[in-house]
């Protein structure tokens, strides 16, 4: 099982010409395997299993550069997707 998470405030970048600030919820992945007696190999993962995983960006954009302090446009994006879940089997066949 893995969890990850960013610490409050998330992540700022900045460039010459633009802040962008990116933050979403925490994610929760798992997976279960088994190798059966013939060798083959059953392996489920989930993935965003508790959370629904919400990611935002907002982007700041500046008249020339940030130390103009003229700010020309703020982009704001979110996006939400469901958990997902894979079975995979390897083996000689």
Same mark, same amino acid.
């Given at each position: 099982?893995?969890?990850? @998470?960013?610490?409050?405030? @998330?992540?700022?970048?900045?460039? &010459?010409?633009?802040?962008? !600030?990116? *933050?979403?919820d925490?994610?929760w %992945? *798992?997976?279960?395997?088994?190798v %059966?007696?013939? @060798?083959?190999?059953?392996? &489920?993962? *989930?993935?965003?299993?508790? $959370?629904?995983g ?13 130390? $103009?302090?003229? &700010? ?6 979110c996006s +939400?997707?469901?958990? +997902?879940? %894979? !079975?995979?089997? +390897?083996g +000689?066949?």
């Amino acid at each position: 099982m893995r969890w990850s @998470n960013s610490f409050d405030g @998330n992540r700022k970048t900045y460039d &010459l010409v633009d802040i962008e !600030l990116s *933050a979403g919820d925490p994610f929760w %992945s *798992a997976f279960v395997e088994w190798v %059966s007696p013939q @060798n083959i190999t059953f392996r &489920l993962d *989930a993935d965003r299993i508790i $959370s629904d995983g919400e990611f935002c960006r907002e982007r700041q954009r500046f008249v020339g550069r940030i130390s $103009s302090g003229i &700010l020309e446009e703020i982009e704001d994006q979110c996006s +939400t997707s469901g958990p +997902t879940l %894979s !079975l995979r089997v +390897t083996g +000689t066949f």
